[in-house]
């Protein structure tokens, strides 16, 4: 079997070869997600001297249309949704803290199966990142991933943070539960949340992701989550010119912190998913 694997990143790509020899033909798993004839039709064309390509492009939004040379039904999903901002921060009073909410990442698959059930053109959205959280307001959550009817949900923002007569604490986004360790569907890290007495949480990691949650501040912004294919952003702390950031794909963006009165933060804005679409063709002689 030949496979394409052109300009990925490295990440995804050994992401790529550790789920491809999970599903060949003619092993269980591929028939009870392909179906016998569908995995049977596979090896006949193997058997006959066509020996098949795996072909991954990357995705945007609007119509996917079916290729010409495409071999079978089923396409190959693998990508995330959007991941949710940090949420801002504000000081009113010098003696005390402010630290705000990293964002949540977007839920990612892997490699999952979709039936296209004769279609030959099929809609398709990347989910936006999050907006960050200006001081007064709570990170946005991440846009939807859809391909057709598969949606993977994006990750809720960080909560803002505002000390005015107390210290003031966000919560961290929280990501769309799915799946374990055997599943092609995975959840996203969820955001950390703030401290204002210690280092404020980092960013949870996706399931079985390569990539970790974002760096929590001392007393300032917590981390944001990670999805399977992007870090989380890094908390801030204004008093050290410290701006949050945002990751990669899909990853939560980094909480706002604050130290002094009159002071102000915004959140980092969550990073947009991605969605790459893989299928089988066969190779010419």
Not at 12 to 18: E, F, P, T
Not at 164 to 170: D, E, K, Q
Not at 217 to 245: D, I, L, M, V, W
Request: contains cysteine; positive net charge; hydrophobic residues 30%.
């Amino acid at each position: 079997m030949f496979i394409n694997l052109a300009g990925l990143p490295g990440k995804i790509k050994d992401l790529y070869n550790q789920v491809l020899t999970r599903a060949p033909a003619s092993t269980a798993l591929s028939n009870t997600i392909w179906t016998n004839a569908k995995a049977a039709s596979l090896d006949a064309s193997v058997a006959n001297g066509y020996p098949l390509e795996l072909v991954t492009v990357q995705l945007s939004t609007g119509t996917w249309t079916r290729p010409s040379d495409m071999i079978g039904d089923v396409v190959f999903l693998s990508g995330c949704a959007g991941g949710g901002g940090g949420g801002g921060a504000q000081t009113l009073n010098s003696n005390y803290y402010a630290a705000a909410g990293g964002g949540a990442a977007g839920q990612s698959a892997v490699m999952l199966p979709y039936p296209l059930r004769g279609a030959t053109s099929v809609f398709v959205s990347i989910g936006a990142g999050g907006s960050g959280g200006n001081y007064y307001s709570a990170g946005g959550s991440g846009g939807n991933t859809l391909f057709g009817d598969c949606r993977l949900t994006g990750g809720g923002g960080g909560e803002k943070a505002t000390a005015s007569y107390t210290h003031a604490a966000g919560a961290g986004g929280t990501a769309a539960y799915a799946g374990d360790v055997d599943s092609l569907v995975r959840f996203g890290g969820n955001g950390g949340s703030g401290s204002t007495s210690t280092y404020s949480d980092n960013g949870g990691t996706a399931l079985l992701s390569a990539f970790s949650g974002g760096v929590g501040r001392y007393k300032g912004g917590a981390g944001g989550g990670s999805s399977a294919f992007g870090q989380g952003g890094n908390g801030g702390r204004a008093a050290y010119s410290e701006t949050p950031t945002s990751g990669g794909y899909g990853g939560g963006g980094g909480g706002a912190g604050t130290q002094l009165g009159g002071t102000t933060q915004n959140g980092a804005p969550g990073v947009s998913g991605v969605l790459y679409l893989s299928y089988y063709r066969r190779v010419s002689a």
